[in-house]
């Protein structure tokens, strides 16, 4: 089971508006309240994340959960399907979000996203909390811990890392092709697929943070929080990938 990177047929950082004033040069007090909503967003974000997984696991009932696993599973089409639907959805979401028309539509946009989010990660979860239930609190930990420190190194030092996008962008576009095939072809993708995908999660926080100080305009906070979100998430599905991988050795 693996997950798609982020859309790599999208391009979610688009160049600044004709005129528009990315963060890192806006006035300060505008400059320290996009940030401020950007990471409240975030926050937010994850805070549904959690609940939705939540209500899930607790108003579905155990055999339920699981003839919906032994169907996706059923044949090696099943988690195709899902996930090229998910890409799909991801590239809805990302466009609401990025939109100017309306305040509403951004805030639908990232709606959707965690949705999707939440349902392709009901799986992971299902099976973590089969085999390894103490995993799922430890990777989040971890996760959380390897973002802040992250997104410290970048906001302290402003570097302007624009430039990896397109290096992310082939990078991801292969871990997408990998996991087609591995879909196609039953293959499994094993500890060192694991280790590298959580490498290019931390590439697109580090991307995605500057991209907050660089490239996003002050009230695009909730485009940026989207962004963030997607490679947290990323990131905490390979580390709990990895940290199930360590308990069944």
């Known amino acids: 089971m693996s997950y798609p990177s982020q859309n790599p ?9 004709l005129g528009a004033v990315p963060a890192m040069f806006a006035e300060e007090d505008a400059r320290v309240t996009f940030i401020r909503r950007t990471y409240l967003h975030l926050f937010g974000a994850i805070l549904l994340f959690i609940a939705c997984e939540a209500a899930v696991f607790s108003l579905v009932p155990m055999e339920t959960l699981h003839g919906l696993m032994q169907t996706l599973f059923a044949n090696r089409f099943g988690w195709l399907i899902v996930l090229f639907g998910f890409m799909g959805v991801s590239w809805l979401a990302n466009t609401w979000a990025m939109s100017d028309v309306s305040r509403a539509m951004q805030y639908a946009g990232l709606g959707l996203y965690v949705l999707a989010e939440a349902v392709i990660f009901v799986p992971l979860l299902y099976v973590a909390n089969s085999v390894a239930p103490m995993a799922i609190p430890a990777a989040g930990v971890l996760t ?7 997104t410290t190194l970048v906001l302290i030092t402003r570097s302007d ?5 397109k290096y992310l962008w082939l990078a ?4 997408v092709g990998v996991a087609v095939c591995a879909a196609l072809f039953n293959l499994q993708l094993g500890v060192w697929f694991s280790g590298a995908m959580v490498v290019l999660a931390s590439g697109y926080i580090l991307y995605d943070t500057s991209n907050v100080l660089h490239r996003y305009r002050t009230e695009q906070y909730v485009a940026a929080s989207l962004a963030l979100f997607a490679s ?10 990895l940290m ?6």
């Open 144 to 150: 959380l811990v390897m973002f802040g420190g992250l």
């Open 9 to 17: 047929y999208q391009n979610p950082y688009q160049a600044p508006a």
């Open 232 to 241: 947290v998430a990323l990131l905490f599905w390979y580390i709990l990938r």
């Open 161 to 165: 890392l624009t430039s990896w996008g």
């Open 172 to 175: 991801g576009l292969g871990a």
């Open 244 to 249: 199930m991988s360590m308990r069944r050795d």
